[in-house]
């Protein structure tokens, strides 16, 4: 459990690593330049590329990970959490618990906090690795059925899942649709069409909102010169970043920065899905 006096340890998150932020009152954290409002049973899902400020944080819960200790991309088969929970969302997945998820995530937690701490004996670490397969399985499940991802067939979940994926590791050189299509072997109309039964944003709009959380970060965590971010995220000149930028943001480059300097920063709800 973080106490309010150590909420600082959020923000010290290395970027291999992988953690669930439960929260369990009223709280207010700053990720990646917008103020998300949080309240009890709400459980973050945070990589190390989140930008991450506490504003107010009474009580939380966290589970913090890394690749060496469990990786979630050679154990996907096992957890099914790739492309839902991580490396694969522009939004920051939020998991919305019920009182049946509320109380099998407290009964997992209390196994967690046994098992920590009694003395270390050689099966300690295959007992603390099957605990967190089991809390990333139970998460998985959650989210999904709040994003309806569990309504649809594995097939299209799965490819769903993969595209996320594949959009986390080729956004910046890749901005088409088409172009993930030729990756997964499916027509771009395949691709639009699992969107469409997820009922959600159709995937060229996810595209552009992964790059447009990419360019908030730069903007608003690095120094780099605008013409430089663009270049980063496979623009070819600064006008076309500019245009894409306000299209998506509402507002150019470089008043987004001049208003992060002022504090003005956007709120969101802290819903998800």
Request: aromatic share 10%; net charge neutral; hydrophobic share 40%.
């Amino acid at each position: 459990m973080i106490p309010a006096s150590n909420c600082s340890v959020i923000q010290e998150q290395g970027q291999s690593e992988l953690a669930f932020l439960w929260i369990l009152e009223r709280s207010e954290l700053i990720i990646d330049g917008t103020i998300i409002e949080l309240v009890a049973d709400q459980v973050l899902c945070l990589t190390g590329f989140h930008q991450v400020a506490v504003k107010s944080l009474p009580k939380a819960n966290l589970v913090r990970f890394n690749r060496p200790f469990f990786c979630i991309l050679d154990h996907d088969s096992e957890v099914g959490c790739k492309g839902i929970l991580f490396y694969g969302s522009s939004n920051l997945p939020i998991i919305q618990l019920d009182e049946e998820g509320k109380s099998k995530l407290q009964a997992l937690w209390r196994v967690f906090e046994m098992e920590i701490k009694e003395d270390p004996d050689p099966l300690q670490l295959e007992m603390l690795q099957m605990l967190l397969k089991r809390w990333l399985i139970l998460c998985t499940r959650m989210y999904a059925k709040q994003t309806n991802l569990q309504k649809l067939n594995s097939q299209k979940s799965d490819l769903i899942r993969e595209f996320n994926f594949l959009v986390e590791m080729h956004f910046r050189e890749k901005h088409q649709v088409a172009d993930y299509a030729e990756l997964l072997f499916k027509s771009p109309k395949t691709i639009s069409d699992a969107f469409s039964k997820l009922g959600q944003k159709t995937p060229l709009t996810y595209i552009h909102d992964r790059l447009t959380l990419e360019a908030r970060r730069l903007l608003g965590y690095t120094d780099k010169p605008i013409s430089e971010i663009g270049y980063e995220l496979g623009f070819e000149d600064v006008q076309s970043f500019s245009r894409f930028f306000k299209k998506n943001e509402g507002l150019s480059p470089s008043e987004f920065k001049e208003n992060l300097r002022l504090g003005k920063i956007a709120k969101s709800s802290g819903k998800s899905g």
